[in-house]
């Protein structure tokens, strides 16, 4: 590993062209650690948390093999289209007008007619048929089909168009939306959709990158606990685990996974086995020692709170997501060979007036699994979850927000 510094001054941050997403970091924080990590071309470098793909794609650019794991199906689209890179062949009005020409009515179960009426998801359901040449998104999930990168591409640009579509819906927790009435659910004119789709198609495809590349991506949806990859098979990791933030991921992407068209059972489903998810979902409360003395000093201090709920509810949570975290480690370990580096993005936050100190736990557990912290960087951090929740200001006056980078070596 080259000694030198970070040159990023921040780790959160997209590309241009990247996809509408509260969590992620900056490309150039992957390209430095590349850097620094100083592999050799063609290593394999894997993110356990791929979300929308930032290190899959930079390590495609620097001819890394590289393979990105994401539970939920709507950052595994995300993450291939993101490796498109021939925008100069796609033929936008050709598109449109192959959308306009479908006839086909709107299935009864759809589910984004809990956003839209029938008329705005017969137009939205069309074009992502012409997209996928007659097909729907939710062939991939119940059938297995593989579609192009382009098509993956084209199905980025109609979430983005979803998204900006349903700006009426918006809270004032950037994660959510809330769910219209069925009289709000006004009809969206076709000009009006295709306008959005079109600049969303155009601010999508600019790109300052090379167009050959010697690996491509492999991405996998699937869960972090159990990864279907070969023991020692993987250079470094360069990831963001779950932000221990109680962020619900699937509620975040619930408009894309509509375009899935998930069964209340599936999102139910999906929801349960996201790491950090505020569902309860574990009965056997069983505190494993190798967790570390300063995760299982939190989980006391939580339990102990006299905040209503604490020793119930929250502790549950924070217990869920610890259980999981470990669990990943122990995956990730596996994968890793000897006296290679795992490198994670962290976030502090806290309980009420309990800092859960992410950087000293996660060192403990994977210390216990032969690890060794080599280098902490940190960075301020404007867009934490951490002070989201106003009534955290009767335990603590505003929290320091900062984010961390762990880097740390299997030996």
């Not at 063609?42 to 590289?66: A, H, Q, R, V």
Request: with cysteine; aromatic share 10%.
């Amino acid at each position: 590993m080259n000694k030198s510094t970070l040159r990023t001054t921040k780790l959160s941050g997209q590309s241009r062209r990247g996809y509408r997403y509260y969590a992620g970091f900056s490309e150039h924080f992957v390209e430095d650690m590349l850097d620094i990590l100083d592999l050799d071309k063609g290593s394999c470098i894997l993110d356990p948390w791929n979300g929308s793909g930032t290190t899959t794609f930079i390590s495609m650019l620097n001819d890394y093999k590289s393979i990105g794991v994401d539970i939920n199906p709507v950052m595994g689209v995300v993450a291939k289209g993101r490796t498109f890179l021939d925008y100069e062949n796609i033929d936008v009005e050709g598109l449109l007008i192959k959308s306009r020409r479908l006839r086909k009515g709107v299935r009864k179960n759809d589910e984004l007619l809990k956003w839209f009426n029938d008329k705005t998801v017969k137009i939205l359901r069309n074009l992502e048929r012409t997209i996928l040449n007659g097909k729907y998104l939710s062939e991939s999930l119940e059938l297995g089909t593989e579609y192009s990168t382009e098509q993956y591409f084209l199905c980025v640009v109609l979430f983005n168009s979803l998204k900006k579509l349903a700006e009426p819906y918006k809270t004032s927790n950037p994660t959510w939306l809330k769910m219209p009435r069925k009289e709000e659910r006004g009809e969206i004119p076709r000009h009006k959709i295709e306008k959005v789709f079109v600049e969303e198609l155009k601010r999508l495809s600019v790109s300052e990158y090379k167009k050959e590349c010697k690996f491509s991506p492999e991405i996998i949806v699937g869960n972090s606990i159990k990864m279907t990859l070969e023991n020692e098979s993987i250079d470094a990791v360069i990831t963001s685990p779950p932000y221990c933030t109680r962020i619900d991921y699937a509620v975040m992407t619930a408009l894309e996974l509509a375009i899935f068209n998930l069964t209340k059972d599936r999102f139910v489903e999906l929801r349960e086995n996201i790491i950090g998810t505020p569902m309860i979902t574990k009965s056997d409360l069983d505190v494993k020692k190798e967790w570390g003395k300063t995760c299982l000093e939190t989980l006391k201090l939580i339990k102990q709170h006299p905040s209503r709920a604490s020793s119930t509810y929250y502790y549950k949570t924070y217990f869920q997501y610890f259980d999981s975290m470990y669990k990943s480690m122990v995956e990730i370990n596996r994968l890793l060979k000897n006296k290679s580096y795992c490198v994670m993005v962290i976030q502090n936050s806290y309980y009420k007036d309990i800092l859960v100190d992410l950087k000293e736990i996660f060192t403990e557990m994977t210390n216990n699994l032969g690890w060794k912290l080599k280098e902490v960087y940190v960075f301020n951090n404007k867009q934490s979850m951490v002070d989201l929740n106003s009534s955290s200001k009767k335990y603590r006056k505003r929290s320091v927000d900062s984010e961390q980078v762990i880097v740390l070596l299997k030996e």
